[in-house]
């Protein structure tokens, strides 16, 4: 019987690499702000993606275009991610489309939230599917303390965005990246989904 040498474990099994999630945002605030914060509660919770989020704060075909620069530059430089996504919003967008087309053509998620990120903020603490004006939304969001003046509230829920994506699933069966769904709905389950390893 083969004795194993001093120093090493014995049928140690080995670990998966963490998968790099390159995540570029339309918004420059509240969207990079949960990024970071999911991340860091689903990493306590043994999830093993490496997550970067880049805010750009332009329309839906500017953050892919800056996704797609991004991506590029990291893989010369023996960095690559292993799944690159943008997260947009419908909010007036004439760009949209073509956005969706382009990310699709480049092999990028497009998780869209409809009408605009805060549907899916919502989510985490009610389960209401009414369609609401962004001026509603951003009033609701400050009442459930959810953000403030597109800060996210230091004690957001993100013990609740298992909850969040199941309503999610519910008001949008066909959710998919880059497809725009329903008023309200939003595909960012597939961002969660890549994120614990789904």
Partial sequence: MAVP???RRANR???QPARRILVVTEGTRTEPQYVEGLNRYLRSAGATAVVKSIPVGKDPMEVVQKCIEIRD???I???A????ICLVDVDRHAALPAACRLAGNESIHLPVSNLKFEAWLRWHVEDKRSALSTSQLDAL???HGLVIKKILAPNFPFDAVHNACEIARRADPQLAAGRVGPDPSSAMPVLVDFMTGR
């Fill in 77 to 79: 430089d023996e960095k």
């Fill in 5 to 7: 040498k001093p120093g």
């Fill in 73 to 75: 530059r990291a893989s």
């Fill in 81 to 84: 991610y292993d799944i690159c």
């Fill in 13 to 15: 099994p080995k670990r």
């Fill in 141 to 143: 969001t400050a009442k």
